[in-house]
């Protein structure tokens, strides 16, 4: 039986149309065998810039297909990725680190080329005239670069400053002692002061100064009199107290320097037979005073004002009753009763010495 079959099969084989049915089952499948592998390679397309780089590959995973090829960096940035069918095209930029150190601190950027200007816009910085750049902003850098950055600002306060004027002094014998004279008003002049301070990366480091003179000063003029007046008040002089220093008197009888001047009522009194209440001997010169209102010591000058008595040098000494009715009085102290009551009451000037 078996050898039945096997002779149907070979006269089967041999005959030329089963000949031909083989052949094209064979070829169709050869075709749909080659069919099906070429839809199962993928094309990746690269370019650098400068460079295509084809890779046709079984693996359709971009990032894989990229580390196994041969590019001229191993840092670089993906800039585009496009996929078309069974063809990707990826647009590369290569990049390289550059370190700028302002200062203490230190960035480090992925540059992809360019000057040392680009390099530090990118961390925001625009360097101006004054700052410290190395290397030159306009040097290419096209691999791992050290830019050192100093930021250099120049801060300016301007302000107005007085200059005093001085005085400038003459003397004449034709103006009295102790008179003064401006012949020429003094002027202050003004100095611009302008300070400029510098800072460098955030740090004041010096201070310079710069003056400019708006305006000089300009001096004050005075003549100072020398001369010795002589006295036309011819009245009575009264006191025996000598001042330890001289007082000096204008043609009125009135001292050159004192510190007050005060208009009071004055009477006039005589030994009673006691001492001041200060505890010294009652004489011309010493007076009786309301020690609330002028006090125990104050030394002073008296005249009254009708020019007939010149009291003199005086000293508070005493006081008495005539407080209560007249607190701002003054009683002046005479050797007899005859000249107490030739003085009678009288408005009297008293000049307060200093």
Same mark, same amino acid.
């Given at each position: ?16 149309? *089963? ?7 064979? &070829? ?14 993928? /094309? *990746? ?22 580390? !196994? ?15 078309? $069918? !069974? ?22 950027? $992925?540059?992809?080329?360019?000057? *040392? ?33 100093? $930021? ?9 400053? %007085? ?43 010096? =201070?310079? &100064? ?15 009199? /020398?001369? *010795? +007046? ?13 001042? %330890? ?26 030994? =009673? @037979? ?10 011309? @010169?010493?007076? +009786? ?8 010591? &104050?030394?002073?000058?008296?005249? /009254? =004002? ?17 407080? %209560? ?10 050797? &007899? %009763? ?17």
């Amino acid at each position: 039986m078996k050898e039945k079959i096997k002779s149907k099969l070979s006269a089967l084989i041999k005959s030329r149309q *089963v000949r031909l049915s083989i052949a094209a089952f064979l &070829t169709a499948l050869s075709v749909a065998s080659a069919t099906l592998l070429n839809y199962s390679i993928h /094309t *990746v397309k690269i370019f650098d810039g400068h460079e295509t780089y084809t890779v046709r590959s079984h693996n359709n995973n971009v990032a894989m297909v990229m580390d !196994s090829i041969a590019l001229k960096s191993n840092s670089y940035d993906i800039l585009e990725t496009k996929t078309t $069918d !069974s063809v990707t095209t990826v647009k590369i930029s290569y990049s390289f680190p550059v370190h700028i150190t302002q200062g203490d601190n230190t960035t480090t950027i $992925d540059f992809e080329g360019g000057t *040392v200007k680009d390099a530090l816009a990118q961390v925001g910085i625009t360097p101006d005239e004054f700052d410290f750049v190395e290397p030159a902003l306009d040097t290419q850098i096209s691999s791992e670069t050290y830019i050192d950055y100093t $930021d250099i600002n120049y801060i300016k306060t301007t302000k107005n400053e %007085k200059v005093p004027h001085d005085t400038q002094k003459t003397y004449s014998d034709k103006l009295r002692r102790g008179a003064k004279k401006i012949t020429v008003k003094g002027k202050d002049g003004v100095n611009q002061v302008i300070s400029t301070q510098k800072v460098v990366n955030g740090k004041a480091v010096e =201070t310079t &100064t710069q003056t400019i003179v708006i305006s000089k000063p300009v001096s004050q003029k005075v003549t100072l009199g /020398t001369k *010795v +007046a002589k006295q036309t008040s011819k009245g009575k002089h009264v006191s025996t107290l000598t001042p %330890k220093i001289k007082i000096e008197l204008d043609e009125n009888g009135v001292p050159l320097k004192y510190k007050s001047k005060m208009k009071v009522r004055a009477t006039a009194y005589t030994h =009673t @037979g006691n001492r001041c209440a200060t505890g010294v001997k009652p004489k011309p @010169g010493y007076i +009786a005073v309301n020690p609330k209102v002028i006090p125990y010591g &104050t030394k002073m000058f008296i005249k /009254t =004002t009708d020019g007939k008595y010149i009291y003199g040098y005086a000293v508070a000494a005493d006081t008495g009753g005539f407080v %209560k009715r007249h607190p701002t009085g003054v009683d002046l102290f005479f050797n &007899t %009763k005859s000249e107490c009551r030739n003085f009678g009451v009288r408005t009297a000037e008293i000049y307060i010495l200093e």
